[in-house]
T-cell receptor, first 116, second 113 residues
């Protein structure tokens, strides 16, 4: 089974609007971390936001927030007030057993295009 | 500190040749990861080092692939007898025990012709 599923290959959003990128995950480990990365056309993976499985509150980092629904095993990324520079690929990732060196599992990504 | 550095950024090689990539992690990051990313896909895990010890290897890492991290600093990834299917972006990432996230380099894009 896929560890991370991103069902939206491509998304469009109007500049200044909010957009939600979907991510579901699969793990039986009670301790895990969820991550979102942005990959512009230059190729570098840029860390955006992190949510730990034991965190009680949804993570927020500036215009990024993570809508964490543990029972549904979903970790959607919300980008508010979209900007043209937000156009990029977005990857959801998970690492099990936070505190160890375990690998990150990535989804297939969502291509976001911000329309002026 | 300028982040994770990878060299070269691009490599074109003929099928059957050997190639070696280098990754310099962020200073004092003891954990280092190699990933492979093909077009339209997310990064796939290849291998993981903690200091100089290679602690995890993916089944994707065939016997043509070898990775080292001498002295727990920089790392190299070698691919022997390259095949066209090896064409991909090879990403390196590092973190220390205080970080939850990994910091990625800009990758090495390999094209096998």
């Amino acid at each position: 089974a896929q560890k991370i599923t991103q069902t939206q290959p491509g998304m469009f959003v109007q500049e200044k609007e909010a957009v939600t990128l979907d991510c579901t995950y699969d793990t039986s480990d009670p301790s895990y971390g969820l991550f979102w990365y942005k990959q512009p056309s230059s190729g570098e993976m840029i860390f955006l936001i992190y949510q730990g499985s034991y965190d009680q509150q949804n993570a927020t980092e500036g215009r990024y927030s993570l809508n964490f629904q543990k029972a549904r095993k979903s970790a959607n990324l919300v980008i508010s007030a979209s900007q043209l520079g937000d156009s990029a690929m977005y990857f959801c990732a998970m690492r099990e057993g936070v505190g160890t060196g375990n690998q990150f599992y990535f989804g297939t990504g969502t291509s976001l295009t911000v329309i002026p | 500190d300028t982040g994770v550095s990878q060299d070269p950024r691009h490599k074109i090689t003929k099928r059957g040749q050997n190639v070696t990539f280098r990754c310099d992690p962020i200073s004092e990051h003891n954990r280092l990861y190699w990933y492979r990313q093909t077009l339209g896909q997310g990064p796939e895990f290849l291998t993981y080092f903690q200091n100089e010890a290679q602690l995890e290897k993916s089944r994707l890492l065939s016997d043509r692939f070898s990775a080292e991290r001498p002295k727990g600093s920089f790392s190299t990834l070698e691919i022997q007898r390259t095949e066209q299917g090896d064409s991909a972006m090879y990403l390196c990432a590092s973190r220390d025990s205080q970080n939850t996230e990994a910091f990625f380099g800009q990758g090495t894009r390999l094209t096998v012709v």
